[in-house]
């Protein structure tokens, strides 16, 4: 155990706290600072997290654990929320050990953005630091991915310019090597920028592992349930999911902090980050999710997970004549969609032949004691009828007793009903009432068709299809009606048709605001007419000719879309860098270093016509 350590500041990172012990201690050679506090001249220091925690936990004495500091002084917390709890506890078992698979686990390889070049740091907490402390130090929530903001003061970090080149290196923070200058960049994304930073400032606040990735996404779908973007059968609208959250965020937001979308690939991180996928999506992501969301950091932990409509079984039998009257005795649901309104519609099934529906979704435990409508009684309610009629209860005694109306219960008692093996009951009276109409239509048209008939009779076909298929297939005609001849398709007319629709769709689409790529398909789409453009388009000269000409390559349609930007840029009386209208274009290097001549050339020309317009307007 070490005879002094210099205990660690409030959110300094133990990296820091190291480079200060150093410092103090009078080492001059790092490897003896590795080799008193980690028995290990070898160990390579990492500045947003670290590694044989274990060692350096029984080396600084019993007030430090391995948890302990992981969850204090690193940055881990930033991430841990977002992990899986199969990848939570890997990583307690990487810190304490060599942690060669820990950054791997965390996706900060392979998935990490706005990775940051260098420590950074926040003026006014310097300030602080220095008249509390007398030194400043490393704070934690300076070094996370993505966040460029300091929580506390709301001021753009700076980074700092160590000019170490040392592997083994600790770097402590000394005053003469940083600007502490009041004057600061502009930047468009100030807002957004605090919120986020003041929210990753929460999660490093968070309990260690106290939620997890399975949780977050449920607690993601309820939310997204709650705002229709849910479908019944719990998929998520991924194309209004798209279009809602691309219009939360301000123009070229995305793109900046390395995070635009691909609706196209089928893992972007929007769709990985709202399904239950095994692949994690990095912790500033998820603050963007919840930007979105209007979720607080502190409601994660409190917010219920999504449990579908209807929440998760056993559900209570509401059969008034069981002995399980409301008992959770149904495990299953099933889920359909109101045609009308869009809403879940729950049908519960039980054994004893009680089927009910409602719709949903529930919004309290209330809600699943209420019948929206009864679709079944079974045999269980029809004995329980009988055996109440013949004690000679009235006819609204006994409805009271079955939680039924007077009417249906009359109803049962005195027509003669019996039950299908679905379950559902059926008037014997009714079955061959449809079956006699059905017959009586067929004898009236012999000729008609099998679909001719079914709509002619929808109802009686419907219920015979429900209730006796066997018997209606059988009975049905086997004519068949004879195709008409087809009208003769007037080509000419049809070219110019939609050579007209063509033009006025094209105009169009150069106008929206969301650039797309113009191809055959988005026209044909669009217009309804993409069959006979890809199968007739020989029959359509003039048409054949105009998509030749407005249809678009890729490389065609990266110009338009820079060009765009450039347009928008000098309108905006912006300073045009080419780096810049890569960025926001959303164009690959090797790409842009295609076009990138002819974009000089555009943008030139630009420049000439605008000064001209100056020069006239002087």
């Known amino acids: 155990m070490l005879p002094f350590f210099t205990n660690p500041y409030l959110n300094e990172l133990i990296y820091s706290a190291i480079a200060r012990y150093h410092f103090y201690s009078g080492n001059i050679d790092y490897k003896d600072t590795l080799d008193e506090l980690f028995k290990n001249r070898s160990v390579i220091p990492s500045e947003e997290i670290g590694s044989h925690f274990s060692k350096l936990a029984e080396q600084l ?273 099933e889920i359909t969609r109101d045609f009308k309104t869009k809403l879940p519609i729950g049908t519960f099934r039980c054994s004893c032949g009680f089927v009910y529906a409602r719709k949903g979704p529930d919004n309290s435990v209330r809600d699943q004691y209420r019948i929206g409508r009864k679709k079944a009684f079974g045999e269980v309610w029809q004995a329980k009828l009988e055996e109440l009629a013949r004690q000679n209860f009235s006819m609204r005694e006994i409805a009271r007793k079955l939680g039924a109306d007077s009417i249906t219960v009359k109803k049962y008692l005195t027509e003669k009903i019996e039950i299908n093996k679905a379950g559902y009951e059926i008037n014997k009276f009714q079955l061959q009432q449809y079956k006699n109409e059905i017959l009586d239509e067929i004898k009236k048209n012999p000729y008609l068709s099998r679909k001719a008939l079914r709509e002619k009779i929808k109802k009686q076909y419907i219920f015979l299809y429900r209730h006796d298929k066997q018997w209606l297939m059988e009975n049905l005609p086997n004519y068949k009606r004879k195709h008409q001849p087809t009208k003769k398709v007037d080509w000419e007319k049809r070219d110019k048709d939609y050579v007209k629709c063509i033009k006025k769709l094209y105009k169009k689409l150069l106008k929206e605001e969301n650039t797309v790529r113009i191809t055959i398909s988005v026209l044909g789409n669009r217009l309804g007419i993409l069959a006979n453009l890809e199968k007739h388009l020989e029959k359509l000269p003039n048409t054949k000719k105009l998509l030749e000409e407005i249809t678009e390559s890729v490389e065609r349609y990266q110009i338009r879309r820079c060009c765009r930007v450039i347009d928008q840029m000098i309108l905006e009386n912006e300073q045009v860098h080419l780096w810049r209208i890569q960025l926001i274009a959303a164009v690959k290097s090797n790409h842009f270093h295609k076009i990138r001549p002819q974009l000089e050339l555009y943008l030139q020309e630009k420049q000439v016509v605008k000064k001209d317009e100056q020069t006239t307007t002087g």
């Open 61 to 333: 004495g019993s007030n430090y654990s391995v948890e302990s500091i992981l969850a204090n002084y690193t940055i881990y917390p930033y991430y841990s929320s977002f992990l899986s709890k199969e990848r939570q506890e890997g990583i307690l078992q990487d810190i304490a050990g060599d942690g060669q698979g820990l950054y791997t686990r965390l996706g900060m390889v392979a998935g990490s953005i706005c990775k940051k070049d260098g420590l950074q740091y926040c003026v006014e907490c310097v300030k602080e630091d220095l008249n509390q402390n007398g030194e400043p130090y490393i704070h934690r929530e300076h070094q996370l991915q993505g966040i460029n903001y300091c929580p506390h003061h709301e001021l753009q970090l700076r980074k700092y310019e160590s000019g170490t080149t040392s592997r083994i290196e600790y770097v402590r923070f000394e005053i003469d090597k940083m600007n502490l200058s009041p004057i600061y960049e502009g930047n468009r994304y100030e807002e957004i920028s605090i919120y986020l930073a003041k929210q990753a400032y929460k999660l490093l606040s968070m309990p260690l592992n106290q939620i997890s990735r399975e949780e977050i996404t449920l607690k993601y779908r309820a939310i997204l349930r709650k705002m229709n973007l849910v479908t019944v059968s719990s998929r998520i609208r991924q194309k209004e999911l798209y279009q809602v959250f691309l219009s939360t965020f301000p123009k070229g937001f995305l793109e900046h902090h390395e995070c635009a979308l691909d609706m196209e690939k089928e893992y972007n991180w929007l769709k990985v980050i709202t399904r239950n996928l095994k692949r994690h999506v990095h912790p500033f992501r998820h603050l963007l999710m919840l930007y979105f969301l209007e979720l607080d950091v502190d409601d994660l932990i409190d917010f219920k997970t999504d449990a579908g409509p209807f929440g998760v079984g056993p559900f209570p039998c509401l059969n008034q004549a069981a002995l399980h009257y409301k008992q959770r005795v149904i495990h299953t649901v």
